[in-house]
């Protein structure tokens, strides 16, 4: 894939950059940017390109691509993603705030095994990475609790892309339905982590749109 526009690469929770190495291989060679949030680094590292661009997030990475995305944003994929993650009293489809508390305390009383245990159940039997910063975590765990960003989504106006995956453990279908009611989904056979299980797939996803803006 040879795109003009770069691509801004935004992870989800409990997850680093490394995470895009699976679809970022099957781009080619694509000019991507990769985010972080510092999960697990010294410092995060949130700056997207000054340059019209291309937005691709998972999970948290959607949310946080769907408030911060800005003019310059040309496009958007978002891959097992939401506009809201935490139930609501207008938002019932949304994860119980209980479940997301329960996750925030065992991230404060043992990091490790409250990380490997959500990867596991995303999808991923692989060792945690470190350094594990704890507070960084935290506040993206409060983000899945309370961040709504419905509101941002109705006032996009760049193409959107959205991918969902039909055994998805963590945002599960009812959840992607309830977000994106008015958008159609691309629903792929697989669980939570469809950019590195499904990599090919999002990369085509991927292509596609930046094909489109190209020719736009």
Do not use: K
């Not at 010294?42 to 998972?58: C, D, K, S």
């Not at 959607?62 to 496009?75: D, I, Q, S």
């Not at 705030?97 to 305390?105: G, S």
């Amino acid at each position: 894939m040879s795109a003009t526009l770069p691509l801004a690469l935004v992870h989800g929770w409990a997850f680093d950059p490394a995470f895009w190495s699976a679809t970022r291989t099957a781009l080619g060679r694509a000019r991507t940017r990769c985010l972080d949030f510092g999960f697990f680094a010294p410092h995060a590292h949130m700056e997207l390109p000054q340059e019209p661009y291309i937005g691709v997030g998972h999970s948290l990475g959607t949310l946080w691509l769907l408030r911060h995305h800005g003019p310059l944003c040309r496009g958007m994929i978002l891959i097992n993603g939401f506009s809201r993650f935490g139930a609501g009293p207008d938002f019932t489809a949304g994860i119980g705030r209980r479940v997301i508390e329960r996750m925030r305390q065992g991230l404060l009383r043992a990091p490790q095994g409250l990380l490997h245990s959500f990867r596991l159940r995303a999808g991923i039997d692989a060792p945690v990475p470190e350094p594990i910063q704890r507070d960084r975590l935290e506040t993206g765990l409060e983000a899945l609790m309370d961040m709504d960003c419905r509101a941002d989504l109705n006032r996009t106006t760049c193409p959107v892309h959205v991918m969902a995956g039909t055994q998805d453990a963590i945002a599960p279908p009812a959840l992607t339905e309830a977000c994106f009611a008015a958008r159609p989904v691309e629903w792929v056979e697989g669980g939570h982590l469809l950019p590195l299980t499904h990599a090919t797939a999002c990369a085509n996803a991927i292509t596609t749109m930046a094909r489109r803006m190209m020719s736009s």
